[in-house]
């Protein structure tokens, strides 16, 4: 376990594997462990960056208002950090997808190519005011109130055949900070990245979770539509793709990067 200062920001973060630097950028009440079977996977040729974004898993937690941008200035803080100069490669999920995109957006000298699963970009206005009343519920009574919803959009039924598995990710889910939890909650219902997406230039794939209910293909599709020459799968996965199905999920990275020579 490693920690740094990055943007005025403590953060955990991990590397391992040697090669093309890659950074695993996880959803919104995940950590780096919603990546962590997925890491040793691509570190076989690949140098990969997982680091708990502000707010989550081990890193300083959030008081006050949030944006898509300190965000993307904390991966870039982090990269800094670490001394990594050269273009990476970013895979992210959800939250963690839109960071990526708009950090492709914003920096695109530093940025190889884009993978995101069930990227969020916004939140629909039809959807604003419950998800504001569900934020207010879990500040006051804690994250453990709105998880049979979360999992049940998310993680369903038909991907909890590793019991094991799912009860560690519903154990490490409950963990959140429900305040963090919140800021980050209120930076989507703020935050539309729909302006900002012709202009990625990089190469980017978006995958779509045949299993995701939340967020479902129908969703997604849009979001890879709206990018310049971006390339769109469905995956038999949910929404914590990288959990759920890492191997699928990291045999997919490997070889759009190598499709693509990132």
């Known amino acids: 376990m490693n920690f740094i200062e990055a943007n005025g920001v ?19 009440g995940g950590s780096m462990e919603s990546w962590g079977l997925v890491a040793p996977l691509l570190a076989r040729r690949r140098r990969v960056i997982r680091y708990d974004t502000r707010g989550a898993g081990f890193s300083e937690k ?3 208002p949030l944006t898509i941008d300190t965000m ?37 000298g530093r940025v190889s190519a884009a993978i995101v699963t069930s990227p969020a ?5 039809a959807n604003r005011d419950a998800t504001r009343e569900r ?6 009574e804690g994250v453990r109130v709105v998880f049979d919803g979360t999992a049940a959009n998310g993680y369903p039924e038909e991907l909890r055949g590793d019991k094991a598995k799912f009860a560690a990710w519903r154990a490490r889910w409950l963990a959140n900070d429900p305040s963090s939890f919140a800021a980050v909650y209120r930076m989507l219902l703020d935050m539309d990245l ?9 190469p980017v794939l978006v995958i779509g979770g045949e299993l995701d209910r939340g967020r479902p293909p129908s969703r997604v599709e849009p979001i890879a539509q709206a990018i310049p020459g971006a390339k769109f799968k469905v995956l038999p996965t949910g929404h914590y793709a ?5 191997e699928l999920i990291a045999e997919e990275i490997a070889a759009f990067l190598d499709s693509v020579g990132a």
Do not use: N
């Open 135 to 140: 934020v207010q519920r879990f500040e006051r």
């Open 242 to 246: 990288g959990v759920q199905t890492p």
């Open 194 to 202: 729909s302006a900002e997406l012709p202009s990625i230039k990089c």
């Open 10 to 28: 403590s953060l955990r973060y991990a590397v391992e594997g040697a090669g093309p630097p890659i950074v695993l950028i996880h959803e919104m």
């Open 121 to 125: 970009t916004s939140i629909p206005a």
């Open 62 to 64: 959030v008081r006050g």
């Open 72 to 108: 993307v200035e904390d991966l870039i803080a982090l990269l800094d950090g670490l001394g990594v100069k050269e273009k990476v490669a970013l895979a992210g999920t959800a939250v963690g997808g839109g960071i990526v995109l708009h950090m492709a957006f914003r920096f695109s």
